[in-house]
């Protein structure tokens, strides 16, 4: 899996220097250029950080969906993470991926961020921890994965073009020390964001240069975001090494050109090759077949030619630039693949339990199977469960298990499941199902996709599982994309009815015009564009029993994209009746359970929340099932903080997050006892979001200020001596806990790593695990600090009334900080204060250190 540095140089040297520009851009959307003469092929990249979804949006292609990365870090297990990333591997192995475009290493620094369930944490400490863990288990496999958004991208408002304004100390100590885990734990790609910090754009920033490849010593290569890259020599003269996507880049024959007239160093472009080079070798794609000739994408020394196009898992390459400024080409359909392994998916159901935060608790849960007769589910979120967040990380599972299908399955032959819908849920209208519509051809379940040419004559057909299509096929003078589907409306009455893209679109029902427009996307943002384009509606009358033919269209044109999404939704339920048939279900019932949650818009990439209120239906919904049966347990369906103005109101609160496939069954082994839910908060949950510390993201004047500096999370509500709904780190159990003694060294040495053991007891009846943190203070300090800050966890496991003691090893890196007159880091003398607990709002064991010289970190 490596490559030895001479043997790099002589492989380099049989390139000309315009060759060797043309290696630094992509040659598709998904792949790198392939160089035959030096036996490279090309390099195949996917999206990941919740699954593999590989070189197309195909429904057909189906990946292992596991939970959010906001939920693996909530497990707080390191080992577990590990063991997902190799899940992950095997995925992209089966795909034929070699880059695995994670993990997204931002932090949650307001409760808005949009794409927080993309993320770990709000703190840097937990985010470098479990970020590496999932790093070494992809590599463990050799799939080389993707640190991102290096630096500071952390929300969506205007994310192509903000201009983050953020201190050195904060830079340093908050938004890249994640990132610096990652290099040390040996990831192969950072990929630089959109955005800009201090006045430069990321692919072009010092940032790349160092801290990064000095002063980290990160040998891999860095890779732009996926059209970040708008200008040539600034960023070819810096440290990014990969222009993605391509064929069309701001580099290939611009850099190319660039180097030939002197205005880019032929040693700059020798670097990025030869780090290319290396991730080549490391994966596998490099020496194979290494020609002496001429060949590739470019030209060798001696010759010239068409690239190679073999990769693994075989083809060439499935996508290439096409009508719409889109990927186009792929296969039709995709070729079948092996599904994942009985143990892949027993892994994913672990993974949800280990996930779940139990947030309140009043002796309702675990529900016992045995007592119950009768349970009542409900809530649209039980039936259609919220799996993933919105945006480009977005795959296609073979199969998802909902709240209730899991709890039914749970309860088969032991008791009555029930389940009432309750409101719709505020929130756009869904894409059409296969389950509600029908290929007007084929009479099949699903739609009927057409490519027509300029003159309406259809190029190709096929049937499709539903109506979000954010991929379909080109051809040569494909023009109009149409969808058309056979509704059969279960219920009668005014239907909302709608078709997304942009360009010009127009829809139909029976023949009958509903709308038609031209629709101008208002943003570049490929999340937008490409993967979440915005709906125009129409409204008609369907009658039960009568089927009616939808049929939506649109054009393709240059910078539109070619993403259609056909949706339906019946006429909303009277909220005052559902309310009322919730309230009796649940009073009918022995146990009650409740499950609301956040909509596709709600949390997406591309758009930052302006709320974090589920809706007056859905907070309605819990209040009137709570009022009915006080046995009733709300589960939250959301990848990020939500106010919960009930939470006192309902027996029991569990947090689901985007749970993954899996995602019902793990939540009943949680609900009815088989597991103990295991996690705890990444991040504080706000009571309501006037509190929270940092709520700004969007910019002025295209900038945005973070002007809390170090003070963000936990770190930020202690600040300002606020309570919030839930700590950082909180997390219940089946069982409960006494901290009963903190042991730390008298004095420890500035530069060394500190260990510090917790005693624990546990004082329930029933064996469990519990997450011991140790937090750090500086009481006197002269430089700025928060009030406290997390330094470091253990998890320990105990049977009822047994003592174990924690050990926590705190890193050096807790104890320094960054001396922005020195620019180097330091280590404050005197005394601190450690502190232990299981969450940063409760820290009932405390003992002072003393930190000896030298001051150097």
């Known amino acids: ?31 790198t250029r392939a160089e035959p003469a030096l036996g490279l092929r090309e390099l195949v990249m996917s999206d990941g950080p919740a699954g593999v979804r590989g070189e197309a949006w195909d429904e057909r292609d189906t990946s292992v969906l596991l939970p959010s990365a906001s939920a693996l870090a909530a497990t707080w297990d390191e080992p577990l993470v590990e063991s997902l990333g190799g899940l992950l591997a095997a995925e992209a192995r089966r795909k034929g991926v070699d880059v695995l475009l994670a993990p997204t290493l931002n932090l949650h620094r307001s409760p808005l961020g949009g794409r927080h369930f993309e993320c770990f944490s709000e703190d840097p400490e937990l985010t470098g921890r479990i970020g590496a863990a999932l790093v070494r288990g992809v590599q463990a496999h050799g799939v080389a994965a993707t640190a991102k958004h290096y630096v500071a991208n952390d929300s969506e408002t205007d994310r192509l073009t903000v201009d983050v304004r953020v201190g050195e100390r904060a830079l340093r100590e908050v938004y890249l020390a994640p990132f610096e885990a990652a290099v040390a734990a040996g990831v192969r790609l950072v990929m ?21 490849k000095g002063e980290w010593g990160f040998d891999g290569v860095v890779v732009s975001d996926w059209g970040a890259v708008r200008t040539t020599v600034d960023t070819a003269c810096g440290g990014l090494d990969l222009a993605m996507p391509g064929p069309d880049s701001p580099w290939g024959e611009a850099l190319a050109r660039a180097v030939a007239d002197g205005v880019v160093p032929e040693a700059a472009v020798d670097d990025k090759v030869r780090r290319l080079l290396r991730l080549a070798a490391w994966v596998g794609a490099l020496g194979e077949g290494e020609a002496s000739g001429g060949g590739g994408p470019s030209e060798a020394r001696g010759g010239g030619g068409v690239g190679a196009r073999e990769a693994r898992g075989g083809g060439g390459p499935r996508e290439a630039r096409g009508a719409g400024g889109a990927p186009a080409g792929d296969t039709h359909p995709p070729a079948p693949r092996p ?31 045995g007592g119950l007769r009768t349970v009542a589910v409900i809530g ?22 909902s709240v209730l299908d899991g709890i039914r399955d749970a309860l088969r032959g032991r008791a009555r499941v029930v389940h009432v819908p309750g409101p719709r849920p505020d929130g756009p209208a869904p894409s059409l199902d296969h389950g509600a519509c029908t290929d007007p051809r084929s009479g099949l379940p699903g739609v009927l996709l057409r490519m027509l040419d300029a003159d309406g004559r259809e190029l190709y057909a096929e049937r499709r599982r539903g109506g979000r299509l954010l991929e379909p096929r080109l051809v040569p003078g494909a023009h109009t994309v149409e969808v058309s589907a056979r509704l059969r409306p279960r219920t009668a009455g005014r239907w909302t009815l709608g078709v997304a893209g942009f360009g010009r679109m127009s829809l139909a029902l029976d023949g ?7 629709f101008p996307p208002p943003t570049d943002d490929p999340a937008v564009v490409h993967v979440n384009p915005p709906a125009q509606y129409a409204e008609a009358d369907l009658a039960v029993g009568q089927d009616t033919l939808l049929v939506a269209r649109r054009e393709l044109a240059p910078g539109t994209g070619r993403a259609t999404v056909v949706s339906a939704a019946p006429p909303a339920p009277d909220v005052a009746a559902s309310l009322a048939e919730a309230a009796r279900a649940a009073a009918a019932a022995d146990a009650a359970i409740v499950v609301v949650g956040t909509t596709e818009h709600g949390e997406c990439e591309g758009y930052d929340r302006t709320a974090l209120t589920l809706g007056p239906t859905q907070d309605a919904l819990v209040r009137a099932v709570a009022a009915g049966n006080p046995r009733t347990v709300a589960v939250v369906n959301s990848g990020g903080p939500v106010e919960l103005p009930w939470r006192d109101a309902v027996g029991a609160v569990l947090l689901a997050w985007f749970p993954g496939q899996e995602g019902g069954d793990g939540l009943a082994d949680v609900l009815f006892g088989h597991t103990e839910p295991g996690g705890r908060l990444p991040t ?63 004095e420890v040495r500035a530069g060394d790593d500190l260990t510090v053991r917790a005693r624990v007891r546990n004082t329930g009846a029933r064996a469990g695990r519990e997450v011991v943190q140790v937090y750090l203070a500086r009481p006197g300090s002269a430089v ?32 320094r900080h960054w001396c922005v007159q020195e620019r180097a880091w330091r280590t404050e003398e005197g005394r601190w204060r450690v502190l232990a607990g299981p969450s940063a709002g409760e820290v009932p064991l405390v003992e002072d250190l003393e930190v000896r010289g030298p001051g150097a970190g």
């Open 339 to 369: 599904a994942v392994a009985p143990e892949g998916r027993a892994l994913a159901r672990r993974a949800v339990a280990a996930g779940s935060v139990l947030l309140a608790n009043r002796g309702v849960l675990p529900l016992d199977p």
């Open 684 to 746: 504080t949950w706000p009571a309501v979001l006037a509190d929270a510390p940092v709520t700004r993201t969007r910019p002025a004047d295209g900038r945005l200020h973070y002007d809390e500096g170090l003070h963000i999370g936990h770190r930020g509500w202690l600040r300002h001596g606020r309570a919030p709904a839930y700590w950082f780190g909180h997390g219940l159990g089946y069982t409960a806990w006494a901290y009963e003694e903190l042991t730390a060294p008298p």
């Open 784 to 815: 700025e600090r928060p009030v406290r800050w997390f330094a470091g966890y253990a998890a320990v496991r105990a049977r009822p009334g047994e003592t174990v003691t924690a050990t926590v090893r705190v890193p050096a890196r807790a104890l």
């Open 380 to 401: 649209a979120h039980a039936a259609r469960t919220r799996t993933q967040g919105g945006g480009s990380a977005g795959v296609f599972p073979r199969e998802e298990v």
């Open 512 to 518: 009958r015009p509903l709308l038609a427009g031209d």
């Open 1 to 31: 899996m490596g490559t030895s540095d001479e043997e790099i140089d002589r492989l380099l040297g049989k390139l000309t220097p315009r060759a060797r520009a043309l290696l630094l851009d992509g040659a598709t959307t998904w792949r």
């Open 192 to 212: 630089a964001g959109y955005n800009a910090v201090d006045g430069t754009t990321m692919t072009a920033s010092d940032l790349l240069t160092d801290p990064l």
